[in-house]
């Protein structure tokens, strides 16, 4: 069972904004400000698309947003494209000195 | 650029100890800057973070892991190294490595390319 918690799917069309879920405790995602989001193709290494819960890596679209509530995190696409349909991650550090992912959430554009 | 490369057996016996090396490449693994960690996917699963090493050799693990994992760093050859002990069928799994942003476990920004290993009599 994986320590933080994200939903098993979420789809939209083209176009359209999308929001992914990560909630942990006040251990992780409530106590540090480093949540990180992954996109992961199908047999591709994972991507970083969002660190520092809101933070984007040079080359990374701007359609990606990260934010935090709280104990959850969330992930925002918008104007969703073809290509992002993929597999999403989160992560977050631990007061443990760990780091924890999400069950990940597959991302369908229909 | 900085590039990472997986490399080791494809094929572990169960009870056997698997051992993979990641070859850093484009920069130094003596940074004091950054930490390195191991990741692995079983097929069709999520992703799981098994430990991190900085250039001086300080180690984090994961806890369910803790029992079977070592860890090391060999800076003469840009190179980290994972060995996991008593492995059963549920190791099988890609295994990853990849570069934190910083000197803490924050996120990976530079991943491997990963490598399958089976574990399999």
């Known amino acids: 069972q994986s320590a933080l918690t994200q939903p098993a799917s979420v789809s939209g069309s083209p176009g359209q904004s999308i929001t992914i879920s990560c909630t942990g405790t006040?251990?992780?995602?409530?106590?540090?400000?480093?949540v990180s989001w992954y996109q992961q193709h199908p047999g591709k290494a994972p991507k970083l698309m969002i660190y520092?819960?809101?933070n984007r890596p040079s080359g990374v679209s701007n359609r990606f947003s990260g934010s935090k509530s709280g104990n959850t995190a969330s992930l925002t696409i918008s104007g969703l494209q073809a290509e992002d349909e993929a597999d999403y991650y989160c992560?977050?550090?631990?007061?443990?000195?760990?780091?924890?992912f999400g069950g990940g959430t597959k991302l369908t554009v229909l | 650029q900085l590039q990472l490369q997986e490399s080791g057996p494809g094929l572990v016996k169960p009870s056997e100890t698997l051992s993979l090396t990641c070859t850093v490449s484009?920069?130094?693994?003596?940074?004091?800057?950054?930490?390195w960690g191991w990741i692995r996917q079983p097929p069709g699963k999520g992703l799981e973070w098994i430990g991190s090493?900085?250039?001086?050799?300080?180690?984090y693990y994961n806890p369910s892991l803790k029992s079977r994992v070592t860890i090391s760093v060999d800076t003469s050859k840009n190179q980290f190294s994972l060995k996991l002990s008593s492995v059963t069928a549920a190791d099988t799994a890609v295994y990853y490595c990849?570069?934190?942003?910083?000197?803490?476990?924050?996120?990976?920004?530079?991943w491997g390319q990963g490598t399958m290993v089976t574990v399999s009599s």
């Open positions: 990849a570069r934190h942003m910083s000197t803490t476990l924050r996120a990976f920004d530079i």
């Open positions: 484009g920069g130094s693994i003596s940074s004091s800057s950054y930490y």
């Open positions: 090493i900085y250039y001086s050799g300080s180690t």
């Open positions: 006040s251990s992780d995602v409530g106590g540090y400000n480093y």
């Open positions: 520092d819960v809101s």
């Open positions: 992560s977050s550090y631990t007061s443990s000195s760990t780091l924890a």
